[in-house]
């Protein structure tokens, strides 16, 4: 099983961009998935959770800039950042965890907020 994400890449102050995450080999729709952000030299950190449901919930630093959502009968889920910041310059990871513990990382995807 595996998470494979895309999405990243440059883009203005201000701006938009949308994350994305789809899982493989794994019954994706019992699975919580969540998005942590991790900057250079700093610890992972927690954005945002979707439930397998799709209720979200989000870090305060992100709420109202960030929207989390997903689509279980194409094993994705969705990160949607909007209003960017410098500070939100950094890698974003997506993970699934399942009522088993069963858990799973995605590889990963650079943002990099630059004007």
């Known amino acids: 099983a595996q998470l494979v994400e895309s999405g990243g890449g440059l883009v203005q102050p201000g701006g938009s961009l949308r994350h994305s995450c789809v899982g493989s080999g794994l019954v994706f729709g019992s699975y919580v998935v969540s998005w942590h952000r991790q900057g250079p030299g700093q610890d992972r950190e927690l954005d945002a959770t979707?439930?397998?449901?799709?209720?979200?919930t989000y870090a305060d630093s992100v709420k109202g800039r960030f929207t989390v959502s997903r689509v279980n009968a194409k094993n994705t889920a969705y990160l949607e950042m909007s209003s960017v910041e410098p500070n939100d310059t950094v890698v974003y990871y997506c993970h699934a965890r399942d009522w088993l513990n069963n858990n799973y990382w995605g590889q990963g995807t650079q943002v990099t907020v630059t004007s």
């Open positions: 979707i439930s397998s449901g799709g209720d979200p």
